[in-house]
């Protein structure tokens, strides 16, 4: 049995878009707190960033993994495993986001919820771009 999974054509650029979003949402964030929102310090922000877009990159990955897997299995056990690895997912969600309240020293809740918000835009950023590539 393989361990990892190379990424297909979709979830790579997925995690294109997501670093792409890190970087755009780290300058546009650092921004914001230093002239508008002084609340927010800059470092657990860009911790709670990196961490919020590095779970939604896992998330992509984990989802791959999981429906290349069911796919391989009878109907019953597909959507069971299917199930199961989306309640692990979030569970995993869940668990990133405790470690914003419980540190909120070291890991900034506002850059922790851009991060995992940022699966949503890096998905239509990916079905642009396929698209566009399908069309030429």
């Known amino acids: 049995m393989k361990r990892g999974i190379a990424l297909s054509k979709t979830g790579?650029?997925?995690c294109k878009a997501l670093v792409a979003l890190f970087v755009l949402l780290l300058i546009a964030g650092l921004l914001v707190i230093r002239?508008?929102?002084a609340f927010e310090r800059p470092l657990p922000f860009?911790?709670?960033l990196l961490l919020g877009c590095a779970l939604s990159a896992l998330k992509v990955v984990l989802l791959e993994?999981?429906?290349s897997?069911?796919?391989?299995?009878a109907e019953k056990d597909a959507n069971n495993y299917s199930s199961l690895q989306a309640i692990l997912r979030y569970g995993l969600?869940?668990?990133v986001m405790l470690s914003a309240v419980f540190l909120p020293r070291y890991v900034?809740?506002?850059g922790l919820i851009l991060g995992v918000l940022s699966l949503q835009p890096s998905a239509y950023i990916t079905s642009?771009?396929?698209s566009r590539s399908a069309s030429a």
């Open 12 to 14: 790579a650029i997925m």
């Open 35 to 37: 002239f508008l929102y």
């Open 46 to 48: 860009a911790v709670g």
């Open 65 to 67: 993994k999981s429906l």
């Open 69 to 73: 897997r069911s796919l391989d299995m």
């Open 93 to 95: 969600t869940v668990a």
């Open 108 to 110: 900034g809740l506002f």
């Open 128 to 130: 642009f771009i396929l």
